[in-house]
């Protein structure tokens, strides 16, 4: 029972994890380019509106849902560690939680807030502007890629 449970659980994860990679890796891919390509102040504009609109009950449940998940998984794989799949388990359950949720809560969170805070048509927002771009663009490449890392794992334990 508890093996069946795991292996959809896993199931999910994998599910979790690719839904949210393909959110990051659009937003590396052409969203951020995309918005640098405006003016400061529209960019400001543009993201300051995706990021309040990104905090859905759907995309939440995504990302930290599957986190979630991934802590029961870690706790599965730790009990189970004999079985086939469980370091796979393990390390997919882990670079998810610590690239996606860790990696969003301390770099790209603070990011959006000081975005919020700043005044879009100042001098200082087109500073701050330059700043976000490249260091929110780097944190979202690692959680693309931990994203797509961590749903390889669950395939390969699955």
């Known amino acids: 029972m508890i093996m069946k449970l795991l292996t959809t659980l896993t ?45 859905t009950p759907m995309f939440m449940t995504a990302l930290f849902g599957t986190g979630l998940i991934c802590l029961v998984l870690v706790v599965g794989a730790i009990l189970g560690w004999n079985q086939p799949g469980s370091f796979w388990l393990l390390a997919g359950a882990l670079i998810y939680l610590v690239g996606n949720l860790i990696v969003t809560m301390i770099f790209n ?19 701050v502007w330059t700043t ?27």
């Open 132 to 158: 976000y771009l490249r260091d929110w663009v780097m944190w979202n490449h690692v959680r693309t890629i931990t994203a797509i890392v961590a749903l390889g794992c669950f395939i390969v334990a699955w």
């Open 109 to 127: 969170v603070p990011l959006n807030n000081a975005l919020a805070a700043v005044d879009p048509a100042s001098t200082n927002g087109a500073v």
């Open 11 to 55: 199931f999910v994860a994998a599910l979790g994890s690719g839904v949210v990679a393909g959110v990051f890796f659009a937003f590396s891919s052409f969203v951020m380019p995309g918005l640098a390509r405006m003016p400061a102040a529209g960019g400001i504009a543009a993201m300051n509106s995706i990021n309040v609109t990104a905090v």
